[in-house]
């Protein structure tokens, strides 16, 4: 007996490093199956007519969208440089190395790219219910096709989306363009959070990283815009923004008159205030909407839509929150959420805030170890290895204030890039 238990023993020892090998060949090949490849700009000629009009899809800052179908029939989404610049080519680089990096359901998936001359092209999945922004502001929006289940599913995929980018990634990644048209929509209502072209990776141990500011007017965390501070509180703030949308119907600024607008926050929040929420509904909707969580949905956007960043939640409580797993934690940030805005006036929390910029700026000092270690500045976020890194962080270094250049864009959405 003693005899056979020995054996069975070390039958079960050789034959577990076994099992562990089978197993990692066959992820390695699951991974492989799903992994990018380069692609010949003569292929994707063929796959898109020649990027005939036809096939355009629509256009943002760095150039054309096409669709495409290859030669096994899948069919693919291929983004084209418009003009060649060093700040295309990083912005193209960038884009690849995030994406080429990461996997999660509701992240678009990179099909490959092509650097031929001058020409720079992306391939990715063609996702064939467009963007998000398309069905709240543009061309689906009259069809209503994302009802009150689409959008929460889209709000909790986005949201786990960028969790993944928080939390999983290595190193970890912000993604500094959150908006609703780079949330894109595949054939089942899937969020998946696109355009990497603007995003950072947060070296381990570091809170943010200093940097020129990228992004789209009426997303950006007044920390960041006014600061450069970009860290994952900058992607919690335009989630906030993008929830409202996704609740309301509106967008992320409306335009007052010729010269002013007006936040989606401003908007919002005294509408929240007084619990008119069915008034902050989508009229598209026509009141087809789960009370409890249109309500938790405007809230937990409100709360992430915080001026100060250290009072809004992680992405990994966003989730819990909107799936409504931890009403307390809710009830309790709805509470100060209301109660800050109670207890004081605007010009208070005006007051306090440029109170906070002022003490910002002045902190060009050697700071308390702990907040250097914090700290990471561009020119120490340098993968050695990686040319474009290198050229990123000398021409960050050479202008260090944050500035903006806004743009109209196609989708009407107004840009802020930095020059
Ligand atoms: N993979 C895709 N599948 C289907 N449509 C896509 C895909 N990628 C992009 N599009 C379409 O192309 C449009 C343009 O995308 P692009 O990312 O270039 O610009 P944008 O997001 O509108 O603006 P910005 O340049 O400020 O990011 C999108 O709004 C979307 O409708
Ligand atoms: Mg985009």
Redesign the pocket.
Known sequence: MRGMIFELKMFCRSFFPFCVYIVKVWKKKEENKAAWRIFSLKELHAATNNFNYDNK?????????Y?GQLWDGSQI?V?RLKVWSDKAELEFVVEIEVLARIRHKNL?TLRGYCAEGQERLIV?????N??L??HLHGQHSAECLIDWKRRMNIAIGSAEAIVYLHNHATPHIIHR?I?T??V?LDSDFQA?V??F?FAKFIPDGATHVTTRVKG?LGYLAPEYAMLGKASESCDVYSYGILLLEIASGRRALQKLNLTSNRSITDWALPLAREGNFRELADPKLNGNFVKDELKRLIVVALVCAQKKPERRPTMLEVVELLKGEAKDKLANLENKLFKSWRSADDKDEIREDKADSISEKKDDTPKPESKVAETVQEDKDVDSKSEFKVAESISEEKDDTPKLEYKI???G?E?AQER
């Open positions: 899809l629509g256009e943002g800052g760095f150039g054309s969208v669709w989404a983004k678009l990715y999945d063609f996702m064939s467009s963007s922004l398309s363009d908006k048209s780079n894109l998946k696109a355009d072209g789209t864009s196609d989708s959405s840009s």
